[in-house]
């Protein structure tokens, strides 16, 4: 099948992609008469490697099950896997080059091929429906401007606003209903990684600090990449004891160091930890010392039955894998779906512009909640009737969704370093 829709500078592209075809792996299924590659941009080798894996699982069990069902419209599928490593601006560009440049790749999708999101613009300029779940504030920044230019492209990541308020308004809550002290000021000890996500979330936070009655005794950021000690950093938050402590820093490794250190002598603080917990190696990296800490998804699994999709998706994880599925397994699961949704619409896979306005006109029960995209930023609808911001807290070695109250399966508990 021949791409209709190729500018000439991806036709140069191509001819080079085939010449370097050797450098993308690719997960290839049987041979069919006509199958439609499928492109993963995915950070496999890198830091965030546990969430590539989680991905690139996710996304062959759902091609899989369309595959084993006889296709969809006559149509079976290869995945095609290109590693953009760390997020770095040149293995991101070398990655979607190469899957950009073979003509039989009809759709792509990533977690988060880089943190910034600028292959969207590629995507654009080759007319390639592609779906993400990165960083929400880089997607809105660069679609929301000119929404029609970018008709190619959908985030099942909800805006990250709420990323930005909600966890003082949480504490804020949990201290009006005496479910813990705060005392005379409301202290803060807010760290940070230098990265794209991060710092989104971080300037965010400031300033509702500001207009809360917040006060800072600590605000550091950390260089982007593998941080050991946290002792210096932890010596300054035992000197003027906060009652709330949030390292925003999303890599497991780190947050499980910043952790383990923090409770070798532990302030009388909550903690809150961003993304980090939500992925399955953290718990195996802190062991007890993650009871009690709170983390926050927007865009993450409900899985109770209070969300019955949820827990299919993550059985289905479970049964094929036998691990635990985290954000990004359902994500791209779903993902995978909804392009299938909307080429059971199409008919075409070569229509891409068709194919993109399907995947833009999603109107369903995912396992992250109900989907349905913003036409002005493309990013998911964000609220408890859609994708509802998720507080969890480690009870007993498992993750308790402790808020909103629509899917809550338990009630917040006074960690026993603070009783």
Partial sequence: MKSKHLSPAWRSVRALAISTALSTLAL????????????????LTGASSADGQEIVRAATLAIDEANAAGGVEGHTF????????????????????RILGDPDVHFVAAGYASLTGFEIDSMAE???????????????GIIAPNPDNYWCCWSMMPSF?????????LVDKLAAEKAVTLGDAKKIALISSDNAYSSTIYKGMKEEIGKTGWKTTVDEVVPFGEVNDWRTILSRVRGDTPGLVVNL?????????????????PTKSLVFLQYAPSVPEFLKLTG??????????????????KNPRGVEVATKFQD?????????????????????????????PADHKAIAAAIGATDKAVAQGRLVFDPKTHLA??????????????????????????YATGQFKLPAWIK
């Fill in 78 to 97: 290869e995945l095609v896997v290109g590693d953009t490593r760390d997020g770095a601006a040149s293995d991101v560009t070398a990655a979607a080059e």
């Fill in 288 to 305: 007890k010392n993650a009871e009690g800490i709170i983390y926050d998804l927007l865009g993450g699994p409900i899985v109770n039955d």
């Fill in 161 to 169: 606003d709420a990323y930005n308020t909600d966890v003082t308004r």
């Fill in 126 to 140: 080759a007319e390639m429906p592609y779906m993400i779940s990165g960083p929400s504030s880089q997607t809105r």
């Fill in 320 to 348: 094929k894998y036998k691990v635990e599925t985290g954000t990004y397994g359902t994500v791209l699961y779903e993902m995978m779906n909804i392009y299938f949704d909307a080429l059971r619409k199409v008919k075409d």
């Fill in 381 to 406: 609808m964000q609220g408890d009737d859609y994708f509802p911001i998720q507080f969890y807290q480690i009870q007993d070695g498992k993750r308790v969704l402790i808020s909103p109250a629509k």
């Fill in 249 to 265: 820093d999303y890599l497991p490794a780190n947050s499980a160091s910043f952790l383990n250190q923090f409770m070798e002598n």
């Fill in 28 to 43: 290839v299924a049987p041979a069919h008469a006509d199958v439609v590659k499928i492109g993963l941009l995915v950070q």
